[in-house]
Structures are given as structure tokens and as C-alpha cells.
């Protein structure tokens, strides 16, 4: 089966610094999919506020729009789809939305970073099967999947190499994520994605002599 897939796309930008402390930025994308023959606008927001010499706060917004990966992802070659009879016309773009708070303080080669998130997600690729004939059971497509995904994450670094780039340098990362869906097999019950792990700690350490 053969997809031809060509996407146009436009971006607008303004960037407003109100004052010393407060700037806006907003921005909206324009796309074009000749796969699905659909168009979308996705608007996008931030804002930042500096508390103090040593720290700063941030909130952004902003719609996303993703083109099902029909001749891409490998996962829709291996679930026996009936592409014969698949109008790519009746997809959509797959949608998601994002809210993500943020705070940084920095000094003396010390950061540390807090952000919280949530992401909604609509019209996610589903599989469904439709009429058994000979032993073979085809697969459809339908834009009814749908989920979230919200969380914490933790950044902090200590930077103590020297003007000539020696010395020690420490990260310690954390996250925290609780995110269901339900897309692609997974429907009608949502469950956790593989690739979302609840959890994660990361260390490093680099010492430069």
C-alpha cells in the first residue's frame, strides 16, 4: 500500500515584554495534511515572571495536531488493516493540549527547576474489527481514542568546574507521571502506555580534570 503525504505548514510569532519583569509570548500554526485532507490552527501562550534577581516562574499553553502515521509506524503494518477500504479522508488529526506550569531559581552556578504538566489528548487512532471472511479478520480505523497525561518533574544541578572547564559537576533529576489512554488495541479500557513509566530518578555525576 502506498501513502503520499504532504504537509504544509505557517507560523506566526509576538513576543511582548510588558515590563522588567513580565513577557508574553504568543504564536498560532497553521497545518495542512494531504493524507487526511484536513487543516487545523493551534494556538500557543506562554507568559514569564521574574520573582526575584535569582528565580522566575512561567505558564504556557498550546494545541498540538499529529497526522496518524500511516505509512510510518510499524504498528499499523503488523495489525492487518484493510487499507483497500480505509478512506484516509474520514481521519482526523490526532489532538492534544498542554498545561505546564514552571518555577527556576539559579545562583551561584546552582539551579533548580519544578514543572508541573497536563496534557489531554482527543481523537486517538482506535483499531476495531470489522466482518471475518475466510479465516480473515481485517481491522478498521477510527479517531475515538482519547486520554491524559499529568505530572511532576524535579531538576536540580550544581556546576562547580572552574572558568577553564574543570572541576565537578552534579544533576539529579526526579518525575512523576500518571497517564491512561485509550488508543490504537487498547479500547474500549484505558491502561498506562509501556513507554510512560510512573517514576524516574536519574543521577549524574562528571568530574573533569
Not at 535569582?54 to 488493516?81: C, H, M, V
Not at 484516509?88 to 489532538?95: A, I, Q, S, T
Not at 480473515?136 to 536540580?156: H, Q, T
Request: hydrophobic share 30%.
Amino acid at each position: 500500500m502506498k501513502f503520499e503525504e504532504y504537509l504544509e505548514t505557517a507560523f506566526a510569532e509576538l513576543d511582548l515584554r510588558l515590563s522588567k519583569k513580565f513577557a508574553l509570548n504568543t504564536g498560532i500554526r497553521y497545518e495542512k495534511s494531504k493524507l487526511i485532507d484536513q487543516t487545523s490552527l493551534s494556538p500557543r501562550f506562554s507568559m514569564a515572571y521574574k520573582i526575584s534577581k535569582n528565580s522566575q516562574t512561567s505558564y504556557a499553553y498550546g494545541k498540538y495536531f499529529q497526522t496518524p502515521e500511516l505509512g510510518f509506524d510499524q504498528w499499523y503494518r503488523r495489525n492487518n488493516i484493510n487499507f483497500n477500504s480505509l478512506d484516509n479522508e474520514n481521519l482526523e488529526f490526532e489532538k492534544s493540549k498542554h498545561h505546564i506550569l514552571n518555577y527556576e531559581w539559579s545562583k551561584k552556578k546552582k539551579m533548580l527547576r519544578l514543572e508541573i504538566f497536563e496534557k489531554t489528548y482527543s481523537d486517538l487512532i482506535t483499531l476495531h474489527k470489522i466482518n471475518c471472511s475466510n479465516n480473515v479478520c481485517p481491522n478498521a480505523l477510527l479517531n475515538i481514542g482519547k486520554g491524559y497525561s499529568r505530572g511532576f518533574e524535579m531538576f536540580w544541578r550544581y556546576d562547580q568546574k572552574n572558568n577553564q572547564g574543570i572541576g565537578h559537576d552534579i544533576w539529579l533529576t526526579y518525575s512523576f507521571l500518571d497517564s491512561k489512554r485509550i488508543f490504537k488495541e487498547y479500547f474500549p479500557n484505558e491502561i498506562r502506555p509501556s513507554f510512560a513509566s510512573e517514576q524516574k530518578i536519574t543521577f549524574a555525576y562528571n568530574k573533569t580534570f
